[in-house]
């Protein structure tokens, strides 16, 4: 058991502001987002806002617990660049955090977050990585934590959370994990994940580790398109907020979902509608949309894209081929920019894909008959429109289905 480390809030810390109608409120957790949002109807989450003068990003915890998260590598693929005729094209392996997901960044700020409130208990609901992450940076900070998962969550998720001391508690489906936090947070737990319906987003103090995604890639050539495996869109709006308080022109930020929501939303639908559908690419799954997500869109010129599984099996072949293992999910960044780039669309821009989490962990089914053998993956799978249209060989989808999201 280690000792509890101390956390203090950055003096700089000066407020909080809806993503919706900026309307300003004092620091506090604010659960169902903005009150005046919230009071209209209009679930919207909050951002951090900061006393001016600072070069760069600002954390509310810069002395959080660290397990050593960020400074990913980023890694040029020219030979993918070329074949979708782009300027650049590099890869952030955000699997290189220590739990092997991008949610290492927000989970230390969390942690720290939940210290600083004095809770006892963190609670996340979680389809393997966020739940993983989360249970390491409690061990580490020696705070007590439960992951509420569905059956579906692969047996490596299931070993590494538990070791590291934290509860697991399974549930029938992804909304029944929702109304287990809601029980938890009014007996006094920390939230770590979303767990409101019509969904925010994660508490805006973890949100705010993404903006290290964004000062990492400002370090170096600026990209004009940044694409991210998207469902709530914290880490959407994360890499937005980030780039924007860098003061950097905001690159075109491209969400790769499995199945059209927010390019429904982008088209006119309501944020708050349900938006079924079935994919394998659990980490990105779930009926949801966040207006937190809609505005990251909208406020870079951005673009949702649509990645039936197939179309990220295939990208998931193209990037093993460079040799890069991504989870079916991540891969999902690749699949999206190619059918962004079709017929030289993109032609001469520089874009990054955000890799989220490794295949070694969750593969997404992959069929080992359709793997190639000892050729380059095929760019006629990877040119191919990452399609609306339902996928012909789906398995177990009400399976996939129950994981969702974190
Ligand atoms: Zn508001």
Known sequence: MSTRPSTAVTS???????????????????????????????????????????RGISLPYPDAPSLGEGATPLVPLPDLASELQ??????????????????????????????DRGAARMVAAS?????????????????????????ALPRVYRSAITAHGASLVSVADSMARWQH?????????????????????TNPFGIEGYKTIAAELAS??????????????DLLSGIRLGFEEI????????????????????????????????TAQASIAGSTVTWQAVEAL??????????????????????AACGLWAELSAASAL???????????????????????????????????ARPRNQTASEEALAQPATTGPSPQRTEPSVQQKRENG
């Open 127 to 151: 389809s393997g990585n966020g739940g993983l992450s989360v249970a390491a940076y409690a061990a580490r900070a020696g705070l007590a934590a439960e992951i509420a998962v569905t059956d």
């Open 12 to 54: 700089r810390l000066s407020g909080m502001a809806c993503l919706r109608c900026t309307e300003t409120w004092p620091v506090a957790e604010y659960e169902a987002g903005c009150p005046r949002c919230a009071a209209e109807g209009h679930a919207s989450n909050l951002r951090l806002t900061y006393a001016p003068g600072a």
């Open 86 to 115: 782009l300027g650049g094209l590099s890869a952030k392996l955000e699997w290189c955090n220590p739990t092997g997901s991008h949610k290492d960044r927000m989970s230390a700020q969390l942690i720290a977050r939940a210290l």
């Open 220 to 233: 170096g050539t600026m990209p004009d398109l940044v694409v991210v495996p998207c469902s709530r869109g």
């Open 247 to 278: 003061g950097e022109h905001l690159p075109m930020l491209v969400a790769a979902e499995p199945f059209p929501r927010l390019g429904r939303v982008l088209a006119g639908a309501d944020y708050r509608e349900q938006f079924a559908g079935e």
């Open 298 to 319: 909208r406020a870079s010129a951005g673009r949702a894209v649509p990645v039936a599984d197939e179309a990220a099996r295939a990208a998931q072949r193209r990037l």
């Open 335 to 369: 699949a999206a920019l190619a059918a962004l780039a079709q017929g030289g669309a993109m032609a001469g821009r520089h874009a990054v894909i955000v890799l989220t989490g490794s295949g070694l962990r969750d593969p997404g089914d992959i069929d080992p008959a």
């Open 181 to 201: 936090l809601a029980k938890r947070v009014e007996e006094g737990a920390f939230a770590a994940t979303n767990y409101k319906l019509p969904a925010i987003g």
